[in-house]
Antibody
Framework: QVQLVESGGGLVKPGGSLRLSCEAS????????MTWIRQSPGKGLEWVSY????????YYADSVRGRFTISRDNAKNSLYLQMNSLRAEDTAMYYC???????WGQGTLVTVSS | DIVMTQSPLSLPVTLGQPASISCRSS???????????LTWFQQRPGQSPRRLIY???NRDSGVPDRFSGSGSGTDFTLKISRVEAEDVGVYYC?????????FGQGTKVEIK
């Protein structure tokens, strides 16, 4: 069965960095584009970033462009989100989802606070 | 960016009664491939979102047939024919037509 498991969240100070990972199983990872989506506490869903199956095409939300970098390692069935220059407003649950949004992980919580 | 506007934002419903959620996009969502990329999600309390409906009206496997999606152009609707207790949660629409992808604000469904 399809599984997506995020990890790497935690407490970080403003200006700090964090790298999130999403390990996929149960499907041919390289055949699918992948997405990161976040949800601030008590708020709605916000699309963050997209990466194609090969990794050659990438898009970002304006709110994270220039600070976040999405990448993938198809040999490891893994998706990543490198987050730099973190701000308080980046505090959220971060979900990875298979590109068609049919499958989501359980999320990993990122808290940016001094 | 395409703005997705949902209404109502809060929807108290009596068990067994119908419910309807509207989602309007600021631009048309028809892709050049002929498909309309409007997706509905359900997020139950404490859970990850779950896809319910894709490309306007295609119900996902395992989704009860009391859920249906309809619409075209810029106006879309999610209907629950008879609300059950397990339907409590927040419902979101998403446009997958243009970058950046954008979600509606969410509609909270609760039991009266």
């Amino acid at each position: 069965q399809v599984q997506l498991v995020e990890s790497g969240g935690g407490l970080v100070k403003p200006g700090g960095s964090l790298r999130l990972s999403c390990e996929a199983s149960g499907f041919t990872f390289s055949d699918h584009y992948m997405t990161w989506i976040r949800q601030s506490p008590g708020k709605g869903l916000e699309w963050v970033s997209y990466i194609s199956g090969s990794g050659s095409t990438i898009y970002y939300a304006d709110s994270v462009r220039g600070r976040f970098t999405i990448s993938r390692d198809n040999a490891k069935n893994s998706l990543y989100l490198q987050m730099n220059s973190l701000r308080a407003e980046d505090t959220a649950m971060y979900y990875c989802a298979r590109g068609d949004y049919a499958y989501w992980g359980q999320g990993t919580l990122v808290t940016v606070s001094s | 960016d395409i703005v997705m506007t949902q209404s109502p934002l809060s929807l108290p419903v009596t068990l067994g009664q119908p419910a309807s959620i509207s989602c309007r996009s600021s631009q048309g969502l028809v892709h050049s491939d002929g498909n309309t990329y409007l997706t509905w999600f359900q997020q139950r309390p404490g859970q990850s979102p779950r896809r319910l409906i894709y490309k306007v009206s295609n119900r996902d496997s395992g989704v009860p047939d009391r859920f249906s999606g309809s619409g075209s152009g810029t106006d879309f609707t999610l209907k629950i024919s008879r609300v059950e207790a397990e339907d409590v949660g927040v419902y979101y629409c998403l446009q997958d037509r243009q970058w950046p992808r954008t979600f509606g604000q969410g509609t909270k469904v609760e039991i009266k």
